[in-house]
C-alpha cells in the first residue's frame, strides 16, 4: 500500500476479458452527437499524454459532462483552447479535401489506430496535416471522426448542438473506416 511502488515486493496484474461494446451499431452508419467538454486535457508537463496509463480522471469527468449533456462524446481542449482528444479517442476533420489531425504536442495520446489511420489515409492519396485546431474548425469542417482502439471509427455528425456538414459519415471516413476494418480481418482481429 502507498504511493512508493519500491515497497510492493511483488507486482500482480489483473486481466480481464471481455468483449468491448462502446458504442451502438447504428453509430457507425448514422454518426454520433458530442460537445466540446469544460474539463480540459492535462497540460503534457504534468502528465506526459504519449504514456498509457490508467490515469483517467479527466477523461472520466468528460465523459460525465458529455452523458450529463445526453451525447455520447466529448471533445477536450488544451489549456491554450485547441481541441486534442476525445474521452478515450484521437480526433480528425476534412476541410476542402484535408485531413487534419492534432499534434502529439497539443497533449494528446499517439494511439496506435491514430498511426495506422494516418497510414491509411496517406497511402489512400489523402492529403493530411497534423495542426493545431479549436472547435471553430470542427464545426466548420466537412467531416469529423474519432479513432481508438475500442471505437474502431466513428462519425462526429453534430458538436455542440450544430450540425456538421451533412449530418452523416462523409466520404473520407467511410473510406477510412472500411480500410481499417478490412485491415483488422487480415490481422485476425476486430477493434470494436
Request: contains cysteine.
Amino acid at each position: 500500500m502507498g504511493l512508493n511502488p519500491v515497497n510492493c515486493e511483488k507486482p500482480t496484474v489483473v486481466i480481464i476479458v471481455t468483449k468491448i461494446k462502446v458504442l451502438d451499431e447504428k453509430v457507425y452508419s448514422e454518426g454520433l452527437k458530442a460537445i466540446v467538454t469544460s474539463t480540459r486535457r492535462s497540460m503534457p508537463h504534468m502528465l506526459n499524454p504519449r504514456l498509457k496509463t490508467c490515469n483517467y480522471l479527466v477523461n472520466i469527468l468528460a465523459k460525465l459532462e458529455a452523458t450529463n449533456a445526453g451525447v455520447s462524446e466529448a471533445v477536450m481542449l488544451n489549456t491554450n483552447g485547441y481541441v486534442t482528444e476525445g474521452t478515450a479517442d484521437n480526433i480528425f476533420i476534412v476541410k476542402n479535401n484535408t485531413v487534419y489531425t492534432p499534434p502529439c504536442y497539443a497533449g494528446i495520446l499517439k494511439g496506435i489506430t491514430r498511426d495506422t489511420l494516418i497510414n491509411i489515409l496517406k497511402e489512400s492519396g489523402s492529403k493530411l496535416k497534423e495542426e493545431l485546431f479549436t472547435p471553430f474548425e470542427v464545426y466548420t469542417a466537412d467531416e469529423c471522426f474519432i479513432t481508438g482502439t475500442a471505437v474502431g471509427l466513428a462519425s462526429i455528425v453534430n458538436l455542440d448542438g450544430r450540425e456538421i456538414a451533412d449530418r452523416k459519415p462523409g466520404p473520407v471516413a467511410s473510406m477510412a473506416r472500411k480500410k481499417l476494418e478490412e485491415l483488422m480481418a487480415q490481422e485476425g482481429a476486430k477493434i470494436y
